[in-house]
């Protein structure tokens, strides 16, 4: 049996999903990596998406959830972002790809002559398009486990299975391994635990030529035995090789219970692994262990308010979520969050009352632009602490502009053309490496953007300075628009909003606060992107320990 793993044999193990979708595909995959990183391996995970657009940049937030951005600025599906906290690996562009991406890098190809004599067809040049993406960097790790979205029989998944079952082809089951997510409904009506979706669809799988390994079962109860067994025998896997997923409310139990479940021991297995040579790090389990305890049995508790436009569905700011989850799980507190929505709330005042901190997030448009600045004002007069987050931090100006400046009609030129711009679109600016980045209105959309990791300068004595540790930090962005500084920067520090945070050419403000105030910050990039369970971001470390130590000390 071997008993490691060769770097220039990487193991590739496939994640797909039945039934229907949001089953947590993406949460499998990463609690599978990180179990595999606790025993020892390196692993990269990949997400494969269906739709024919080239990223989610330009989808609603009620279409595909929150966009993540990584820090060499990709803009893709929430499930990175997941990878990203449980493993501790930051991801990139070589972690993701969409079926727009495939046909776009095809029809260029093909316009530049490269298929000459050539019809290019959907097998093979579709899937080695697919296969060239998964295997490009195999050799630097031991494991790349794919999560391929959608569900199994959707018509946009038809490449993306004919091409994984290829690589099973062409690698072999000692080097493959296929892990199917279904979901085993309850029907309370007489307590059974159905199987026949699962069996549908594994049937849909074996019609694609492809056998699962393994399956995980997303339950709402236990998983029975003779569920387990029922589903043994008619998707022809052994028992031990049926794995339960059942819900929870703490994410980050998830890791330890597909642990118990015995998740990584049946890969292991299946690769020729032994998993009592390769045993999992006690100083992982003892970490993961300390914070579900955190989480699960709190000494306080605070209420923090979010005032946004996309909260019905919450996944639209599934990052900002889990940042206050990670700093409340650090300081044993626990967070209550409570979603307002800028649109349609008429008395934002009311709303906000009880607040023991408020959030304004990042977005796009005009909708609910006048309630999230009235929030604003309200946490600036009542000494709530206040976090702004791109967006955010652009209204905390506009409206420190507004109702201290005395400038009625300051606003974004984002929203209108007839104002004070006191937010505008910057046409030049420098990023990290000196070089100059041109942009105007008619720019693609995502031309416009300034996307990804960025360096900033702290002023020193500021707060955030005290917050970070450090005089220099990076961040990562997803905005257009920018403070007007060059024309309105000296009036904005006399509202006593101060400029403590700059681009290092001093041309882009970064970060404001106000030195009047118990806790105000706004930041033009997204800290929440870069928050893990295990080390929360130092601005959501801040605020809820704020919080949390005045209420320890009540």
């Known amino acids: 049996m071997n008993d490691f793993l060769y770097v220039d044999e990487p193991r590739y193990i496939f994640i797909t999903g039945g039934v229907m979708s949001s089953l947590g595909k993406g949460l499998s995959a990463a609690c599978l990596g990180a179990l595999l990183q606790a025993r020892g391996f390196s692993v990269c995970i990949k997400k494969l998406d269906l739709y024919i657009n080239i990223d989610p940049g330009t989808l ?10 990584t820090e060499d600025g990709t803009e893709a599906d929430l499930d990175l972002g997941h990878y990203e906290r449980y493993t501790g690996q930051n991801t990139g562009k070589q972690n993701y790809l969409t079926a727009g991406v495939v046909y776009s890098n095809l029809i260029q190809k093909e316009r530049r002559g490269e298929y000459l004599g050539v019809t290019v067809q959907v097998i093979p040049h579709v899937t080695d398009e697919i296969k060239r993406f998964i295997t490009q960097d195999g050799g630097l790790f031991d494991f790349v486990i794919i999560e391929l979205g959608g569900t199994v029989g959707d018509i946009e998944g038809g490449p993306f299975l004919e091409a994984v079952r290829q690589l099973r082809n062409e690698f072999g089951q000692p080097q493959t391994m296929f892990v199917h997510l279904t979901y085993v409904p309850n029907m309370r009506a007489t307590n059974e635990q159905k199987t026949k979706p699962t069996q549908h669809s594994v049937k849909d799988l074996l019609h694609a030529g492809i056998q699962p390994d393994l399956i995980l079962c997303r339950t709402e109860l236990t998983l029975q035995e003779s569920t387990k067994r029922k589903i043994s025998l008619f998707c022809n896997i052994p028992p031990d090789d049926v794995i339960a997923a059942q819900d929870e409310t703490n994410l980050y139990k998830l890791p330890l219970n597909y642990s118990k479940e015995g998740l990584d021991e049946r890969v292991c297995l299946h690769f020729g692994l032994s998993h009592k040579r390769h045993k999992i790090s006690e100083d992982w389990l003892q970490k993961w262990q300390v914070l579900n305890a955190s989480l699960e049995r709190p000494l306080a508790e605070v ?21 206050l989850v990670h700093a409340g799980g650090k300081h044993k507190t626990k967070v209550n969050i409570k979603w307002c929505n800028a649109e349609t709330t008429v008395d934002i005042v009311e709303a906000l009352k009880g607040a023991e901190a408020i959030i304004v997030p990042g977005g796009f448009g005009n909708r609910g632009i006048e309630n999230k600045i009235n929030a604003i004002r309200y946490a600036r007069e009542n000494n709530v602490p206040f976090l702004g987050i791109c967006l955010g931090m652009q209204l905390a100006i506009v409206e420190a502009m507004r109702n201290i400046g005395g400038i009625e009609d300051a606003n974004s030129t984002e929203f209108t053309r007839d104002c004070s711009p006191v937010i505008c679109l910057m046409s030049e600016w420098n990023d990290d490496g000196g070089n100059t980045v041109v942009r105007s209105e008619e720019s693609d959309i995502g031309g416009t953007m300034r996307l990804g990791a960025y360096k900033c300068q702290l002023l020193e004595g500021s707060l955030v300075e005290d917050v970070y540790g450090v005089s220099i930090i990076s961040e990562r962005h997803r905005h257009r628009y920018e403070f007007n500084s060059r024309r309105f920067g000296e009036k904005l520090e006399q509202t006593g909003t101060f400029m403590v945070g700059k681009s290092p050419d001093g041309s882009l403000v970064e970060i404001v606060e106000r030195r009047d105030h118990t806790w105000f910050v706004g930041v033009q990039f997204h800290p929440e992107f870069k928050s893990k369970p295990l080390s929360p971001h130092p601005l959501f470390d801040s605020l809820i320990g704020k919080i949390a130590k005045k209420q320890f000390l009540l």
Do not use: C, R, T, W
């Open 303 to 323: 209420n923090v308010v979010i005032v946004g436009k996309y909260v019905e569905m919450e996944d639209s700011y599934k990052s900002l979520k889990e940042a």
């Open 60 to 69: 609603s937030p009620y279409q595909h959830g929150e966009v993540f951005v």
